[in-house]
T-cell receptor
């Protein structure tokens, strides 16, 4: 089965440090999303890309977060400087748009970030 | 207008019972409604989805009921099993333009053995 691969799975870092999370979308998918999941806020959309171009990053705190797709096989989400309130699980999801049969986005297993 | 409201927040059901999770939306432009299932430590996985041209879709023990006039849709899990214990998210999307999902807040389901 094709899957979305996220690294690292877990990250513990000190406040103020830079954090980089990586995502390898499914080959052939042209749309990539970054979500943040917390108990309080549920699944928040941070940013998404179509054909590697950013379409919407209005959900991201611009002063510290940045998202890029340097190539079709890699999406990155960076936080600099990190803060304790950034502690959450970050998910990447990919899909093909326009969709074929069985339209739906495939999520990775997430990166659990803890900022102390 | 972009919100999807999901209820209940948590649900406890006896094995063999019916689990029902409800969602409501405001934006009439939404035309695709998927449900995702998430187990602890995993990412959400697509479970079942419906378009507004049908009122019901069934896949095994999982059924989506859709009420276009009320702008509501629900997930029914028949003969609920302990293995169904997970968090369930509804979502709404337009099948044009951005195609982005608006997720509900999630329902944590526990099925007692």
């Amino acid at each position: 089965d094709a899957r979305v691969t996220q690294t690292p799975r877990h990250k513990v870092t000190e406040m103020g440090q830079e954090v980089t999370m990586r995502c390898q979308p499914i080959l052939g998918h042209n749309t990539v999303f970054w979500y943040r999941q917390t108990m309080m806020q549920g699944l928040e959309l941070l940013a998404y890309f179509r054909n590697r171009a950013p379409l919407d990053d209005s959900g991201m705190p611009k002063d510290r977060f940045s998202a890029e797709m340097p190539d079709a096989t890699l999406a990155t989400l960076k936080i600099q400087p990190s803060e304790p309130r950034d502690s959450a699980v970050y998910f990447c999801a990919s899909g093909l748009v326009p969709p074929k049969e069985g339209y739906g986005y495939t999520f990775g297993s997430g990166t659990r970030l803890t900022v102390v | 207008q972009q919100q999807v409201k999901q209820s209940p927040q948590s649900l406890i059901v006896q094995k063999g019972g019916i689990s029902i999770i409800n969602c409501a939306y405001e934006n009439t432009a939404f035309d695709y409604f998927p449900w995702y299932q998430q187990f602890p430590g995993k990412g959400p996985a697509l479970l079942i989805a419906i378009r507004p041209d049908v009122s019901e879709k069934k896949e095994g023990r999982f059924t989506i009921s859709f009420n276009k006039s009320a702008k509501q849709f629900s997930l029914h899990i028949m003969d609920s099993q302990p293995g169904d214990s997970a968090t369930y998210f509804c979502a709404a999307s337009r099948t044009s333009g951005t195609y982005k999902y608006i997720f509900g807040t999630g329902t944590r389901l526990k099925v007692l053995a």
